[in-house]
C-alpha cells in the first residue's frame, strides 16, 4: 500500500527557538509555531483557532533558525510528522507528534505597525521538553 507522510504549514514562532545539541555534536532546534484557522461557527460568525505544533530541525538548519528567527516571525515549514513515545516519573506512557522539518522558508517581517496585530493565541499549560544529553523528553 502506497503511504505519504508530508506536512506543509505556515505560521508564527510562538517563542524564540531553543538550540540544543546532541552528545555527537548534531545541532537540533524546536520551534514552537502557531498555526491560525478561520471558520464558521453555526451561527455564521467567523471563529480562530490557533494550534501549536513542535517543529524539529536539524544541524545546519537548526543554526539557521536559532540565528535568523524570533517570536512572531512567520515561516513555511515543510517536512513530515514523527511519533515518539516514553515514560514520565511516575511512569505514565506519554507520547507527542511533531513535525521534523525538511525545509523551513523564512516569511518576510512585517511592518512596525503590523507586528502588534500576530495572534499568537494562549499556548497549553503543559510543554514537551526534550532532555539534551539523551534527546529524550523528560
Do not use: H
Not at 500500500?1 to 546532541?22: C, F, H, I, Q, W
Not at 512596525?112 to 534527546?135: F, R, T
Amino acid at each position: 500500500m502506497v503511504s505519504l507522510n508530508k506536512v506543509l504549514m505556515v505560521g508564527n514562532l510562538a517563542k524564540d527557538p531553543e538550540l540544543r545539541y546532541t552528545p555527537q555534536g548534531s545541532a537540533v532546534a524546536t520551534l514552537r509555531l502557531a498555526v491560525n484557522r478561520s471558520f464558521k461557527n453555526k451561527e455564521g460568525e467567523w471563529q480562530k483557532e490557533v494550534c501549536f505544533i513542535n517543529v524539529i530541525a536539524w544541524g545546519a538548519l537548526a543554526e539557521r533558525c536559532n540565528q535568523y528567527l524570533e517570536k512572531g516571525r512567520g515561516v513555511f515549514v515543510e517536512g513530515s510528522l514523527i511519533s515518539r513515545s516514553w515514560k514520565n516519573s511516575e511512569g505514565k506512557t506519554r507520547s507527542v507528534i511533531e513535525v521534523r522539518a525538511a525545509s523551513i522558508q523564512f516569511m518576510p517581517r512585517p511592518a512596525k505597525q503590523e507586528s502588534k496585530d500576530v495572534d499568537l493565541g494562549a499556548e497549553p499549560e503543559e510543554i514537551v521538553k526534550l532532555d539534551d544529553e539523551l534527546g529524550e523528553v523528560v
